[in-house]
């Protein structure tokens, strides 16, 4: 039996997974609300793609005195992915809902000082990667704050589950780097993904403190990456949100005309 | 989720390059023996390291994490990391990852020594 013979007739337990491989992101539904601005046409991106330093940070929380199996907390947070987020950050799962190769979009306000919210309007998403029934993680796009992968999964620990957010990750070009160190970046992802978790605690009636670890993994950036400003999706939900104006007269002008 | 059903074994080809034979599956489970092998290869003085991913039968998305980590340690300490052996499928989940822009991919443990020894 060939090589090639033998390699059909292999079916991995984890083929259904993962994405299909796309050279750029297509998306056919945009669910109602989300702006689809910085999606279609980007390339995924890994943390190998982005620009600054590498970070590992995860956080976890142990869903105490609650019975319920990592299955069911991780299938309850695919179904109500955007019930767990802080109320400036709005997700959109496409129609599917998360699974793998499907886009969620996100709208939200990045920092421009530590400590205060969010101002800067940003459109973005991210692709889901992998999902299987205990975990799934998102892949970003070119032009998303972070090129890296966020793993969503919950597991048993010495008979308790815990859910878990972890991120791979680094700023995608020197605009994010500079906002992730110096204008409040790092604070607002940890925050974001200390609220998911309590929310996702309180929803299954549990309390815990969210326990947070974080590892620079590479303290260099890849300054051959800073041509990934072109795609820095902040500058251009900025620019989109400044046109605004424009984009009504233009179209009261289309409306007019063709009125007669 | 199931603990860790891997092994993970190092050999030396030369004195610069070891190759890690991995056989089984790559989660999160796996790290602590991914880790430990590369240390080992390390530590044997070598600055070319081989992943042997023909016995590889099962990879989340935990498991492509490891690898990245071993590849940036790995490039940190100016190592050059490649692969051989890969499956149609997993070397699709290198190009989805954009794994395969970082990570050499062979065919054979013949075909990445050539490509070492130049």
């Known amino acids: ?260 | 989720m199931s603990k860790a059903n891997v092994t993970v074994t190092v050999r030396k080809a030369n004195d610069s390059i070891s190759i890690v034979d991995i056989r089984g599956e790559i989660s999160a489970f796996a790290e602590n023996a991914l880790m430990d092998a590369y240390t080992q290869a390390t530590s044997a003085g070598a600055s070319v390291i081989i992943l042997n991913l023909s016995g590889l039968e099962y990879m989340n998305s935990s498991g492509i994490g490891l690898l990245v980590t071993l590849l940036i340690r790995a490039n940190r300490q100016k190592q050059r990391l490649l692969t051989y052996g890969l499956s149609e499928h997993y070397q699709k989940i290198f190009e989805l990852t954009r794994l395969n822009e970082a990570i050499g991919i062979y065919k054979t443990e013949a075909e990445a020594l050539a490509e070492v020894r130049g």
Request: a neutral charge.
């Open chain 1, 1 to 260: 039996m060939s090589d090639h013979t033998v390699e059909h007739q292999i079916q991995y337990r984890d083929a259904d997974n993962w994405a299909r491989p796309v050279s750029r992101l297509t998306v056919s539904d945009v669910p109602s609300g989300a702006v689809n601005l910085n999606m279609c046409g980007h390339q995924v991106v890994g943390p190998l793609q982005g620009f600054g330093q590498i970070w590992l940070r995860t956080y976890r929380i142990r869903l105490g005195g609650v019975k319920v199996t990592p299955a069911e907390v991780v299938k309850d947070w695919k179904e109500n992915l955007a019930k767990f987020q802080p109320p400036n950050n709005h997700f959109y799962p496409s129609l599917t809902g998360v699974k793998p190769g499907e886009v969620v979009f996100i709208d939200t306000r990045l920092p421009i000082l530590p400590g205060l919210p969010g101002i800067l309007p940003l459109a973005a998403g991210v692709m889901v990667l992998y999902a299987d029934d205990e975990m799934f993680t998102v892949m970003t796009p070119e032009g998303h704050p972070l090129a890296g992968w966020i793993t969503f999964s919950a597991h048993e620990e010495d008979g308790c589950t815990v859910a878990q957010v972890q991120g791979l990750c680094r700023p995608s070009d020197p605009i994010y780097e500079f906002g992730y160190r110096f204008m409040g970046g790092e604070l607002a992802e940890d925050n974001t993904w200390f609220y998911v978790l309590e929310s996702l605690a309180a929803r299954w009636g549990a309390k815990g403190l969210v326990q947070f670890e974080k590892s620079l993994l590479d303290p260099n950036v890849q300054w051959s990456q800073w041509k990934n400003i072109w795609s820095n999706s902040a500058i251009r939900t900025t620019l989109y949100v400044l046109a605004a104006p424009l984009r009504w007269v233009r179209h009261l002008f289309k409306q007019r005309l063709a009125s007669g």
